[in-house]
């Protein structure tokens, strides 16, 4: 399966990397990067010969017409990601893109039919999308005990990612706007946490929420908080921001039979979880350690551990794990956020549907705060 690279920027290591782990941790043999493509010719050739990439250009559409591309990994800001993920469906290339995948609903719904249209066509592309941290070991492992009823039901959960942004950062021309980068902290980087949230919760009924641009000079948001009710019942908070001096990303899930945390930065394994059960549910925490005991690699997330089952199932002609449907459920909360923020209302699952501006973009009507450009 030949791979190109598209954006040869800071994230795209993390893909060369992955790709080249995949036979030595059990993914399929034959998946060989063949080129990275960058907008900026010098940034190409530099990632080629710095990853040892044989091919390096300028021109994804070149290599798609030529019948070069198996798969292409979008890594570039995130305005570039429905057009390039467009072409590369209908040239019958699978597509892995970065987060946030697209900018609104209103792309990702394209990029459903995008993909519906390949499928019904015949032709072998599939979407995925990167979320490295729906692969941790720990993740799946919580999910387990909440599916086969041992941790009882969720009550309460919490879902912080208190991050870091220098004014510098900011000053890359793509970030802090919504027409290039989606949105703030909450589509930039909160995204990853929620939607573990949303991977271990299941769908959500209800938003409340506030947002608010405190300390950096830009039109996105740096701060937003929400409160989330969930189908199942289970009530949470979620806070998102840029500007919190000791990072943290943090999750806290209060279940019948014990807490659950996750504590760790941009990456965990299973050192970061603690299992804190109720007098009397000793069991939960042995189960736990028992899998610990059992789990390879020490249960680390990352690219690597989602792009193994990934492969796997594009090689053998399975749909991958990460759906379009979950881009979409996560990028509907991001949205909600955003619409419950900057209208003062509560917003319902389901609610934001086309015609309503906070479909087209994250923008939705318009910040409460004037735009700095
Ligand atoms: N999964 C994660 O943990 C994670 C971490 C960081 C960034 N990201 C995401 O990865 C994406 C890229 O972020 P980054 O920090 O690597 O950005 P970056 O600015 O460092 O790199 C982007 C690269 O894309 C190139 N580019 C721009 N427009 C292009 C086009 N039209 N065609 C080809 N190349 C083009 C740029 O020249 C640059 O080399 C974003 O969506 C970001 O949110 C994800």
Same mark, same amino acid.
């Given at each position: ?16 990397? @992955? ?5 030595? +941790?059990? $993914?399929? &043999?034959?998946?060989? #990067?063949?080129?990275?493509?960058? %907008? *900026? !010719? ?5 990632? @080629? ?5 044989? +091919?390096? $250009?300028? &021109?994804?559409?070149? #290599?798609?017409?030529?019948?070069? %591309? *198996? !798969? ?28 946030? !995948? ?272």
């Amino acid at each position: 399966m030949k791979v190109t690279i598209l954006g040869a920027g800071a994230i795209a290591g993390a893909h060369a990397d @992955a790709i080249r782990g995949l036979a030595a +941790h059990g $993914g399929p &043999d034959g998946v060989e #990067l063949t080129h990275v493509v960058d %907008v *900026d !010719a010098r940034r190409a050739a530099a990632f @080629a010969a710095e990853h040892g990439v044989p +091919h390096h $250009g300028t &021109d994804l559409q070149a #290599l798609l017409d030529a019948g070069l %591309v *198996d !798969a292409v990994h979008i890594c570039t800001p995130p305005s570039v990601h429905l057009d390039a993920a467009l072409a590369a469906l209908r040239a019958g290339a699978h597509v892995v893109v970065e987060k946030p !995948a697209v900018l609104s609903l209103a792309e990702a719904d394209a990029l459903a039919a995008a993909e519906r249209q390949a499928i019904d066509a015949g032709l072998p592309g599939r979407f995925t999308q990167i979320v490295q941290h729906r692969f941790g070991a720990g993740i799946q492992r919580l999910r387990r005990l909440l599916d086969d009823g041992t941790l009882g039901p969720a009550y309460v959960a919490q879902c912080d990612t208190l991050w870091f942004r220098t004014p510098e950062y900011f000053e890359v021309p793509w970030r802090g706007r919504f027409d290039t980068e989606g949105g703030g902290t909450t589509m930039g980087h909160g995204i990853h946490q929620f939607d573990l949230l949303l991977a271990v919760l299941g769908p959500w009924t209800e938003v409340r929420a506030m947002a608010g641009r405190l300390a950096r000079r830009t039109d996105t948001e740096d701060v937003s908080t929400a409160l989330v009710r969930f189908a199942s019942g289970t009530m949470t908070t979620i806070t998102n921001s840029a500007i919190s001096p000791r990072q943290t990303s943090r999750l806290r899930f209060d279940t019948e039979a014990a807490t659950v945390e996750l504590e760790h930065l941009y990456g965990y394994d299973d050192a970061s979880w603690t299992v804190t059960p109720v007098a009397g549910r000793e069991d939960v925490a042995e189960v736990w350690a028992a899998d610990v005991a059992l789990t390879r690699d020490g249960g680390a997330s990352g690219h690597l551990a989602q792009l193994v089952p990934t492969y796997r199932a594009l090689a053998e002609g399975r749909t991958p794990p990460v759906t379009v449907a979950d881009t979409r459920a996560t990028l509907e909360l991001a949205a909600a956020i955003y619409r419950s923020a900057f209208t003062d209302a509560t917003v319902r699952a389901g609610e934001i549907v086309e015609g309503d501006p906070f479909h087209a973009s994250m923008a939705g009507t318009g910040t409460p705060w004037p735009p700095v450009r």
